[in-house]
């Protein structure tokens, strides 16, 4: 079975505020996950990737990997109406040939 | 610049016809990937490539068809037995095929029936 799964939202928060995003994954193998964020009509660009449990941060941004929850999560602290996206969770999964499963995607909208 | 280009970046396709969408990267990656993204859906692997002249079918493989004669070209060609072939089709890259390596994506392009 794979299979990540995600809120496809939307999730709206003011402007300012931190929005929390959150994805699970089945396969208890994986080693990589990644983050995309997607506008409307546009390609998926990577955000962050993170391998290990704990946070990555990278300046508004910060990964947060559980693998014994098989959950990682992606916050972004002082959301602007700019971050107004769809954010893909991308997961490689060792039954899968190592190959990436994308969540649903869960829709952000920052409202001014 | 280096990344992944792809087009046409709009398509329209008569029934019965094979069309076929470029991708070009200059990134010198090993790995290509074509996946299809239908709205309000995630991506769904169609087909991959590790190195030239080699390929894989990915979940959603048929109906459609792939070559790797060149590093930097991975053609896609969605051929009539495609029933529903409206979509949004991404190429994508990394620099191997190993699982801690990102994916890069091309700008899509947005295929529709006549």
């Known amino acids: 079975q794979k299979e990540v799964e995600q809120n496809s939202g939307p999730l709206s928060v003011p402007e300012g505020a931190i929005a929390s995003l959150n994805c699970t994954y089945s396969?208890?193998?994986?080693?990589?996950f990644f983050w995309y964020r997607q506008y409307s009509g546009k390609s998926p660009e990577l955000i962050m990737f993170i391998y290990s449990n704990g946070d990555k941060e990278d300046g508004r941004f910060t990964a947060q990997l559980n693998k014994a929850s098989q959950y990682v999560s992606l916050l972004i602290r002082d959301s602007q109406p700019s971050d107004s996206a769809t954010y893909l969770c991308a997961v490689n999964m060792k039954n899968y040939g190592q190959n990436f499963v994308f969540g649903p995607g869960t829709r952000l909208s920052v409202l001014p | 610049d280096g990344g992944i280009t792809q087009s046409p970046k709009y398509l329209f396709r008569k029934e019965g016809q094979n069309v076929t969408l470029s991708c070009e990267q200059n990134?010198?990656?090993?790995?290509m990937y074509w996946y299809r993204q239908d709205p309000g859906q995630g991506l769904r692997l169609i087909y991959y490539s590790q190195i030239v002249n080699d390929f894989q079918k990915g979940d959603i493989a048929e109906g459609y068809s792939v070559s790797r004669e060149k590093k930097e070209s991975f053609p896609l060609t969605v051929t009539s037995a495609q029933k529903n072939p409206t979509a949004f089709y991404l190429c994508?890259?990394?620099?191997?095929?190993?699982?801690?390596?990102?994916?890069?994506f091309g700008d899509g392009t947005r295929l529709s029936i006549l």
């Open positions: 396969d208890r193998g994986s080693q990589s």
């Open positions: 990134l010198n990656h090993d790995a």
């Open positions: 994508a890259s990394s620099p191997t095929g190993t699982s801690n390596q990102p994916q890069h």
